[in-house]
């Protein structure tokens, strides 16, 4: 059965940092890709970041380049978003979602992803 659990959410302060892990279990987490997604109230999901399966190549959006840093520990089957200088317009929702094999330029195609977790809540007040 595959699984993926997101965990590490919460209430930061602006300028704060949150480190989100995703769990996997059932597979064999560097067969594929991972992806993290974020969904504010009344907006769609966007994508926030993503790491290849095979060479571990890392995507990021404009709006958290330089701020979010994707990792994967394949021993621990876990994938990281480390979140520094988080800002209010980060407050969402968080999934992480899972992709057989790499990914390039579609990396934040939600259609793409198969598997989702059932998302952890950062909270960051104005």
């Known amino acids: 059965q595959v699984q993926l659990v997101e965990s590490g959410g919460g209430l930061v302060q602006p300028g704060g940092s949150l480190r989100l892990s995703c769990a996997a279990s059932g597979f064999t987490l560097d067969a594929y890709t991972i992806g993290w997604f974020r969904q504010a109230p009344g907006k769609e999901r966007e994508g926030v970041s993503s790491i290849s399966s095979t060479d571990g190549s890392t995507y990021y959006a404009d709006s958290v380049k330089g701020r979010f840093t994707i990792s994967r520990d394949n021993a621990r089957n876990t994938v990281y978003l480390q979140m520094n200088s988080l800002k209010p317009d980060d407050t969402a929702v968080y999934y992480c979602?899972?992709?057989?094999?790499?990914?390039?330029?579609?990396?934040?195609?939600?259609?793409?992803?198969?598997?989702w977790g059932q998302g952890t809540q950062v909270s960051v007040p104005s």
């Open positions: 979602a899972a992709k057989l094999g790499p990914t390039t330029t579609g990396w934040n195609f939600l259609a793409h992803y198969s598997y």
